[in-house]
């Protein structure tokens, strides 16, 4: 999916820590519907603590607009804590299945070399395809990916980014936002 290069944006992940309730990933993907955001990609699932999960959603925006929908996100009940994480300072990973053409003996061995030279793990051999598992960051799986077009890709299917905070850094140290927001959600 290739996008216009605005110098202004780039390609900011948040972590959202949420109340593991029915209907809250509809609540926080119709936040960023309404203020007109576009969610590259989005991740969920559960945490170490009982009754929470985490999201992790992929966009492209500027400094102004990270912090203003993080903000937004602050506000929403369920939402205890939230994190802008950027490249730098956190490890962001994602997952992709890519199906690629491989006719032949010397297709098939070439494929499987590149899977090898990567990392990556051949998933599902047949007559004429191989599948191929690739765990890693963005651009070794378009790495991969621009490879192995060359060999006609049939299909792809990807995670979106997972992230999380290198060091000692946690999600949970989001405190003081999360107890001046909390004040008034207790409230209602």
Do not use: H, W
Not at 9 to 24: E, M, R, W
Not at 86 to 111: G, H, P
Not at 123 to 128: A, C, K, N, P, Y
């Amino acid at each position: 999916m290739k996008r216009e290069f605005d110098p202004e944006k780039k390609l900011y992940t948040l972590a959202i820590l949420v109340q593991d309730i029915p209907g809250v990933l509809s609540q926080v993907a119709r936040l960023f519907a309404r203020k007109g955001y576009n969610i590259e990609s989005i991740v969920t699932g559960g945490t170490d603590r009982p009754n929470t999960a985490r999201l992790a959603i992929s966009i492209l925006a500027d400094e102004l607009m990270i912090n203003q929908i993080a903000d937004q996100c602050r506000k929403l009940i369920p939402v205890l804590a939230v994190k802008i994480l950027d490249e730098a300072t956190s490890i962001q990973r994602e997952f992709s299945l890519i199906k690629v053409r491989a006719t032949d003996r010397n297709s098939r061995d070439e494929v499987i070399q590149m899977a090898n030279i990567f990392r990556a793990n051949i998933i599902d051999v047949g007559r004429d395809t191989l599948t191929v598992a690739i765990f890693g960051d963005r651009s070794k799986t378009r790495a991969l990916t621009d490879l192995l077009a060359d060999f006609g890709i049939l299909e792809i299917a990807k995670t979106g980014t997972l992230a999380i905070e290198r060091g000692r850094s946690t999600i949970y140290d989001d405190n003081k936002l999360k107890e001046e927001y909390n004040y008034g959600k207790n409230v209602l």
